[in-house]
């Protein structure tokens, strides 16, 4: 079932909620030990909150447009109570005092939290490898990576562990592998849905994000977690947007681009083929299509490992041993933090803060992050640009398809996995990646469709259209 | 090799990061770091003089709250994580040095 | 006075050599060449609202240990920053009353490491400042610019452990975060400030603005506004900018003074001996009277600003400037320019700055209005009223008074006298208190009589008194009014009885 229909099902007292959880946890049980989707699975937490779903049913309350429908929270986000480490050795084991503000909507809407997924350490990665806990395994093919770095909510949901899940995604960490698992992976307008209790990687990058098997799902976890928030200064004064209403509003007249820059050298062209074939879809649907040029994308990547890591390395400054956390035992302040870090982060981490704290240096500044600022502003204007002729973009959500667990070791070529997501978080636009077929050996494709801030409307109405076009695949869900 | 970053800069920035590397991480590090700045040498040659940098993709001005008292941790939650605790305080090894 | 009441020395013991001309300090060093002071003040108040600066936590001095935190003090993971808005027109109020730019400003990381920093960095704000390009005007007349002012937020406190309690030697450290996160106005002075007096008024000064415009309590006892000098000297009378050194760690305005005399004559002695006076950071010791270096760390910090990505720009609208800047109470400058005026005296007279300084220039001006005279009220203010309870005398009282004084009816011991009895209960009215005294005014008659008695009495004196030189005259003449003051119980006019003793003593 979908979390649409196993909502509907709860409010209306066809369905316990303990009963859909108890189904769910099944499934964890049985295949979590091969796929490894979670740092924690609450299961105890799930059946009390599923029990008092159901007790509020049955007394007739409005238990809200989740009710009852398991979702799985990326370990970056704050849980109360429960363990939140990021993925990292140096907050194993730290309990936050509050929720996120996300966390805080889910509840309010009748979710019943399963657990905590897995993750590249503090979000750093594109396959879920650099995780102090153990990598994930995509659900589709167990020796290939999920991608990253939210690897474990999109496997989560893949695998039918929980219909929805909670990622976040600085420069491609929801769509990406959402694409390599052959599910519905969203990054919202920056702004649009709080980051207050996501712990940070780059601050003016980072969104919280819903993973789903279907449009119509992410389309309603988004509206429960989107709108103003006072308590994030950077978020949007406005109220979630109604966007499932809209799904079925279809794209005739809906001007589409391809973005040529992220068609050409680089990309699979199994993928590429599969981006064509989505293009005449929408095209069949009414839409009208044509190449775009967005010339300053390729700057993207570039820009991007200078800005956050830069900020990066400032917002990973507090983990130093003192208030919470690991801690490395030294005779002077100084070495404990020292100690405690050096233990503490992984290789990946490490790099990151290491050329983020160079970037921000004295005598360097100009060169690096202040020139990223503005290559930024050039991405900025050439999608403004692009906007002023068509509504939507398409494009590969990523140059391969699931490469193999341990296949990529060097770093720069592992950011590669991201120059098709990169630009929109630079951006601040919207984007999400909507499953549409296969390579030859039937491994998940993922189509990305973008748009503009605030463009999520028209964004979901292409996608919606995408996913009834998409090939069938051997995976489809029962 | 990349010169773009020295073994000396890598050192350097480890220090300010709080971070120690041994021997070999320090040669892995500067190779890896090197590269990646390399790669972004293509940004490095644009001339943006006349391009204004965006710290934010949108242009929000005077978000401010109310000073108004919020909740507050008692000092048992505030305290509940800490490595190290003493008299309600958080408790850290000696401090060489005042704060700058 | 321009310097400090002990003698201030060197770090080998030696007495400074100090010339301080009205304006400018200038310190001998060893060789004997001169140096004058280059002195810029960095001031951090503690701004005065509820709570702290990006969160929702109580600001508030005192209370236990980490009992005014919350999630954003501590910086825990996944908290941000909201910017309370009062500290903003708090930080605008304090622009206007300077004179500065209020601007569209923006906040900035200062990243450095030290425990008692949460999160690792400190919000602060670096190249677009709230406040920017302001003045203030001393008491000495001398104007000082200030060059920004900016908002940012204060650290926690660490406790050491062991060690005396100092940082050095110390087993362990305590730290307590109910400072965290209080918000702070950091005003920097150009380099204007050239004798340790200056500094001295400057801060006093600054400190009654922001306490008259309600921005900080200004309490240097407890930290809620600390000063840090920035010092360089040069050879008298060149113009050139040399090397400076922070001082830190300057809790009083008395440590101040010392602390920038001594560190003026370091440097002068550094660049007499040919060597270099190094860019640092030093600590004031207040137990030894000596500035040492803070450097124990082998490089200098790099804090690597860049704008804060939590927060949005600030930029308060002009209609909601102009409100504040009508708001704003009568600063001390305006004070005393006031009462100058009323007075007729130089704005730098010493009654005008010390009616003002003590907040009694209200109370002198309604008395001048209620009739008493201008220079008389001011005095009996300064001198009289300088007591408990001095500044609640109704004004109509003080006009009473000093009409009686003017009219002769009171001599000026009598005046201080009544004064003390209204102060004490002001409900009685002058004359009545000078009645119960029996105060009235004596009778020239009766006054020569006692005169003439005196005289009698002390014919020798009288005999040397005249036909003596100016300086026998002078000791007599003060002999003889003593005499005559305490044969008259006091009541006798100080100025009459000069006169007929001149006049009896030239006939």
């Known amino acids: ?478 | 090799m990349s010169e773009r970053i020295s073994r000396d800069d890598v050192a350097h920035v480890a220090r300010l990061a709080r971070l120690s590397l041994d021997e070999a991480e320090l040669d892995t590090f500067t190779a890896q770091l090197g590269a990646i700045l390399d790669h972004a040498a293509d940004v490095e040659a644009l001339d943006l003089a006349d391009v204004a940098p965006t710290s934010h993709p949108f242009d929000l001005v005077n978000v401010l709250r109310a000073d108004a008292a919020g909740p507050t941790l008692a000092p048992a939650e505030a305290l509940a994580a800490a490595p190290s605790a003493e008299d309600d305080r958080f408790r850290v090894p000696t401090i060489l040095g005042e704060a700058p | ?507």
Not at chain 1, 416 to 438: E, K, Q, R, Y
Not at chain 3, 143 to 165: N, P, Y
Not at chain 3, 441 to 452: C, F, N, P, Q, S
Request: charge should be negative; hydrophobic fraction near 45%; glycine fraction near 8%.
């Open chain 3, 1 to 507: 006075m321009a310097n400090a009441p002990t003698v201030p020395t060197d770090s080998l013991g030696h007495p400074i050599t100090v010339a301080a001309s009205d304006d400018v300090l200038v310190v001998e060093a060893h060789d004997g060449s001169r140096w004058e002071l280059v002195c810029g003040l960095e001031v951090h108040a503690e701004l005065h609202t509820v709570t702290k600066m990006f969160s929702g936590a109580p600001n508030q001095f005192g209370d236990e240990p980490n009992t005014n935190v919350d999630p954003v003090t501590l910086g825990l993971p996944g908290t941000l920053p909201v910017v309370n808005e009062r500290a903003v027109e708090l930080a605008a109020t304090f622009g206007l009353a300077i004179g500065a730019t209020v601007q569209r400003s923006v906040f900035s990381r200062k990243n450095y490491f030290y425990p008692d920093m949460p999160k690792n960095f400190q919000i602060s704000q670096y190249d677009q400042p709230i406040v920017v390009d302001g003045a203030l005007e001393l008491p000495s007349g001398h104007v000082v610019g200030i060059e920004r002012a900016h908002l940012e937020e204060d650290t926690g406190k660490s406790t050491h452990v062991g060690g005396a309690g100092r940082i050095k030697g110390a087993e362990y450290s305590l730290v307590d975060y109910n400072r965290a996160g209080v918000p702070l106005l950091e005003i920097v002075s150009r380099p204007h400030v050239r004798s340790a007096e200056q500094a001295r008024q400057y801060v006093a000064e600054l400190r009654s603005i922001l306490v008259a415009c309600g921005v900080s309590d200004g309490k240097m006892e407890e930290g809620s506004m600390r000063v840090d000098a920035n010092i360089s000297v040069r050879p008298e009378g060149s113009d050139e900018l040399r090397t400076r050194c922070e001082i830190k760690n300057v809790n009083s305005l008395r440590s101040l003074v010392r602390a920038i005399e001594f560190e003026a004559k370091r440097q002068a002695d550094l660049h007499a001996s040919g060597e270099k006076v190094v860019q640092e950071t030093r600590h004031w010791d207040e137990a030894d009277g000596r500035t040492h270096t803070m450097r124990s760390k082998e490089e200098a910090d790099d804090y690597r600003y860049f704008p804060e990505p939590d927060l949005v720009p600030v930029e308060l609208p002009s209609s909601r400037l102009d409100e504040l800047r009508a708001a704003l109470p009568l600063l001390p400058s305006q004070r005393r320019h006031r009462l100058a005026a009323v007075v007729g005296e130089p704005i730098t007279s010493e009654p005008v700055v010390v009616a003002v300084e003590r907040g009694q220039d209200d109370q002198a001006l309604a008395a001048i209005a209620a009739g008493g005279d201008p220079a008389r009220v001011l005095l009996h203010v300064v001198q009289n009223l300088a007591v408990d309870g001095g500044a609640e005398l109704p004004a109509e009282r003080l006009a009473e008074v000093v009409r009686m004084e003017v009219g002769g009816e009171l001599t000026a011991t009598q005046a201080k006298q009544v004064l003390a009895e209204l102060v004490a209960d002001p409900s009685r009215s002058a004359a009545e208190v000078a009645a119960a005294k029996g105060f009235e005014a004596m009778d020239t008659g009766a006054l020569e009589a006692i005169v003439d008695q005196v005289i009698a009495a002390n014919p020798d004196e009288w005999a040397s008194f005249c036909t003596g030189d100016d300086k026998a005259r002078k000791k007599l003449s003060g002999f003889f009014t003593g005499q005559i003051m305490k044969a008259s119980k006091g009541q006798a006019d100080g100025k009459l009885v000069a006169q007929l003793l001149a006049q009896k003593s030239s006939s």
């Open chain 1, 1 to 478: 079932m979908s979390a649409a229909e196993i909502a509907a099902a709860v409010r209306a007292g066809e369905r316990s909620a303990v009963e859909v959880a108890e189904e769910h946890l099944a499934r964890i049980a049985e295949r979590e030990g091969a796929v490894h989707a979670f740092n924690e699975v609450t299961a105890e937490a799930a059946r009390r909150a599923a029990a008092e779903i159901d007790r509020r049913v049955a007394a007739g309350d409005d238990v809200g447009p989740l009710a009852g429908v398991p979702v799985a929270i990326k370990d970056n986000l704050c849980t109360k109570g429960v363990a939140t480490t990021c993925s990292s050795r140096i907050l194993e084991g730290w309990v936050p005092p509050y929720d996120a503000t996300v966390v805080q909507r889910l509840a309010a809407a009748g979710a019943v939290a399963v657990g905590k997924t897995n993750l590249d350490e503090f979000a750093m990665g594109s396959s879920t490898e650099n995780s102090a806990f153990g990598a994930t395994r995509n659900p589709v093919d167990l020796d290939r990576v999920p991608g990253g770095s939210s690897g474990g909510s999109a496997a989560a949901v893949a695998a039918g562990f929980a219909p929805l899940a909670l990622g976040s995604d600085t420069g491609g960490s929801i769509r990406q592998p959402a694409a390599f698992c052959g599910v519905v992976g969203v990054k919202p307008t920056y702004g649009l849905v709080s980051r207050y209790g996501l712990i940070a990687f780059a601050s003016s990058l980072d969104q919280v994000g819903p993973f789903a098997r279907t449009v119509a799902d992410a389309a309603l976890l988004l509206e429960v977690t989107a709108g103003h928030d006072p308590a994030d200064a950077t978020s949007i004064p406005q109220a979630a947007p109604s966007i499932a209403a809209h799904l079925d509003d279809g794209v005739s007249g809906l001007r589409v681009g391809v973005v040529r820059e992220l068609m050409g050298e680089g990309i699979d062209p199994a993928i590429a083929a599969r981006v064509r074939e989505a293009a005449e879809a929408l095209a069949a649907a009414g839409a009208s299509v044509e190449e775009v040029s967005v010339p300053a994308v390729t700057y993207g990547l570039s820009a991007y490992y200078l800005i956050a890591p830069a900020e990066a390395s400032s917002n990973l400054a507090r983990f130093d041993g003192v208030r919470y956390g690991l801690r490395v035992d030294a005779p002077t302040t100084n070495e404990m933090m020292v100690a405690t870090r050096t233990a503490g982060f992984g290789a990946e981490v490490k790099r990151r803060i290491m050329l983020g704290t160079y970037a921000l240096s004295a005598g360097y500044y100009d060169a690096f992050y202040g020139k990223a600022q503005k290559v930024r502003t050039l991405i900025c204007r050439d999608f403004a640009a692009a906007y002023e002729r068509v509504d939507v973009l398409l494009s590969p959500t990523t140059p391969t398809t699931a490469f193999e667990v341990g296949a990529i070791a060097d770093p720069l070529t592992m950011y590669l996995n991201d120059i098709c997501t990169i630009p929109t978080n630079l951006a601040g636009d919207a984007a999400m990646s909507v499953p549409f077929g296969t390579d030859a050996t039937g491994l998940p494709v993922g189509v990305q469709v973008l748009a503009p801030a605030l463009g999520e409307v028209a964004m979901f109405r292409a996608a919606a259209v995408l996913e009834a076009a998409a090939p069938s695949t051997a995976e489809e869900d029962a």
